[in-house]
């Protein structure tokens, strides 16, 4: 028996005793693991989306505010990739909105969130969160990007922001799964 | 004590009847206070004011609608909503407070109207040059505070009708049903007029 037939053979054995150790009572456990081989055989990491909207994206210095050229945008969803030009813009993007299924029990999702990251050598990476798309509508967003100092910045990491959830978005949120006994500030009077 | 209550009152009359506009200019700045953030990151409407940052008044306009009134509603809705804030913004230029020793028109919270730079976008920032020379006013041309709140949606909110506060899912509700601008304005805002403003342009 050569080697690899030895090591087949050994697999094969610890299979069989696998499922001789776990006939019933782990039956789950055993689907389970079959599902996440079939979810891992056609694993892609972009993330599809059949409905889209445009966006655009502006890049500025963070402390002089000026536009800055030549960065690189990273959508993280689908790790396509833009450039900015002079103005500090990448081109109008054909953006997938994803809308979370955390949400879907709960007032009818609002937008989908995007996550983007902008690169340019001489500045920190720059993480943008939450960009809103909706399907066919425009958005446009803005990304700061700070620049490394010689003197202080002795630590460089990536800078993060959060775009927040709309407001009126979050008080549908709340209501939603408010208990009369649970007035809190109390419903929205005029 | 009568003497006293008309003093009290008399300067607040005389300020308000001189703010109108014939005699009023259109705001080309606006004075934002800056409050400190809250430690997950949200400006906190009682955090201490770090400071006063003067906007332009298009913009501060721009980076207001985006963030009251949802960018994807429709056009009717973002139109009414784009001169509530307008008047909103406006009045309070008129009026600046001063808090901690800061002077300011209005802060960047929900205590007066949620204001996030450069956050304007397409659709909202169309709504505002729209009806940037409209201005919803007091028969006599005084300039007043257009307030609103948030409202229940898929409902006119006849409640903040009565509050003379405009509901902002009661303007898109009404929107949906095809009333324009000016309807959605003077159902929720009784006894004003719409008219232009001098020497202000649009789009």
């Known amino acids: ?190 | 004590m009568a003497a006293a209550m008309e003093l009290a009152v008399l300067p607040r009359q005389v300020e308000a009847q001189t703010n109108n506009l014939n005699n009023t200019g259109f705001p080309s700045y606006i004075r934002v206070a800056i409050r400190e953030s809250n430690p997950w990151g949200e400006p906190d409407t009682r955090g201490a004011i770090i400071y006063v940052k003067t906007v332009n008044f298009d913009q501060y306009c721009r980076d207001v609608i985006p963030n009251e009134w949802f960018p994807t509603w429709r056009p009717a809705a973002l139109e009414a909503g784009a001169i509530a804030v307008k008047m909103f913004g406006w009045y309070h230029h008129l009026h600046p407070v001063t808090v901690s020793g800061f002077t300011f028109d209005v802060d960047n919270t929900v205590n007066f109207q949620l204001y996030r730079a450069q956050s304007n976008q397409d659709t909202t920032d169309q709504a505002y040059y729209q009806t940037r020379k409209l201005a919803y006013v007091n028969p006599n041309l005084v300039i007043t505070e257009l307030p609103y709140r948030a409202g229940y949606q898929n409902s006119p909110n006849w409640q903040y009708r009565n509050a003379q506060k405009m509901s902002q899912w009661g303007s898109q509700y009404l929107a949906e049903l095809g009333r324009t601008p000016y309807e959605i304005l003077n159902f929720y805002y009784s006894g004003k007029v719409l008219t232009t403003i001098p020497k202000v342009g649009g789009l």
């Open chain 1, 1 to 190: 028996m050569t080697f690899n037939g030895g090591l087949r053979c050994a697999t094969l054995l610890l299979a069989l005793a696998t499922a001789w150790e776990f006939p019933t009572s782990q039956k789950g456990y055993a689907q389970t693991s079959s599902e996440e081989k079939h979810q891992s055989a056609r694993y892609d990491p972009a993330v599809k989306s059949s409905k889209f909207g445009h966006l655009r994206v502006k890049v500025v210095d963070g402390r002089t505010m000026e536009p800055l050229s030549d960065a690189e945008v990273v959508l993280v969803e689908n790790g396509r990739r833009y450039r900015t030009d002079k103005s500090g813009l990448t081109p109008w993007i054909e953006a997938p909105v994803i809308r979370s299924s955390r949400f879907r029990l709960l007032v009818n999702e609002l937008h989908g969130q995007l996550t983007l990251i902008s690169y340019k050598n001489g500045y920190r990476d720059s993480i943008h969160s939450g960009v809103r798309m909706n399907e066919g509508a425009t958005t446009k967003t803005t990304i700061w990007q700070y620049k490394i100092e010689k003197t202080g910045d002795t630590r460089v990491e990536p800078v993060f922001y959060m775009e927040p959830y709309h407001r009126l978005w979050l008080i549908q949120l709340a209501d939603r799964f408010r208990k009369k006994s649970q007035m809190g500030e109390g419903y929205e009077r005029p």
